[in-house]
């Protein structure tokens, strides 16, 4: 299957437009994966998680991809299976569809990463809830890319109250 080629006299409305629809389409299988993160047992060590969006920051266009990170003070060891201990990280299991490529120079002129950052904050957000994220126990946060700047950092879900 060949990439989609975005043209270098795109609008800037048009591929906001043009990207919120094509991620807005996968929320389904977002909320389906959130489902069963949300659902997971987890060790008493786990204080926090946060899940990062990595996607592109650079003329990388494959689409967002999401890790989980669990953090506790206690960074425990453990020989259960869950993996699901302070200090563990993984890939959720989320696939995506090739976005469509632009060329380097168009990438950071028409702010390529700033638009699909933003689109993909507002998504997972909603997702989230969606998924009955509100409920969840753990505090969680949602990081845009490593980088600050490019789209709006979450709380998914707040600490509670002893």
């Given at each position: 299957m060949t990439q989609k080629v975005l043209p270098d006299n795109i609008a800037?409305?048009?591929?906001?437009?043009m990207l919120a629809r094509q991620i807005w389409a996968k929320s389904d299988d977002l909320i389906e994966c959130f489902e069963g993160l949300i659902n997971d047992?987890?060790?008493?060590?786990?204080?926090?998680?946060?899940?990062?969006?990595?996607?592109p920051v650079d003329a990388d266009t494959s689409g967002p991809s999401f890790w989980r990170y669990l953090?506790?003070?206690?960074?425990?060891?453990?020989?259960k299976k869950s993996g699901n201990f302070a200090g563990d990280a993984s890939t959720l299991s989320f696939e995506f569809p090739d976005l469509?490529?632009?060329?380097?120079?168009?990438?950071?002129?028409?702010?390529?990463a700033d638009v699909l950052g933003n689109i993909i904050s507002d998504w997972t957000y909603d997702s989230w809830l969606k998924?009955?994220?509100w409920v969840f126990p753990i505090p969680t946060k949602l990081m845009i890319y490593t980088d600050p700047g490019y789209g709006q950092d979450r709380e998914l879900t707040r600490a509670t109250s002893s």
């Open positions: 800037p409305i048009a591929l906001e437009k047992v987890y060790e008493p060590s786990v204080e926090s998680m946060m899940i990062s969006a990595h996607s953090g506790g003070k206690d960074k425990l060891i453990t020989n469509p490529i632009v060329n380097r120079g168009l990438f950071y002129d028409i702010g390529y998924a009955g994220g």
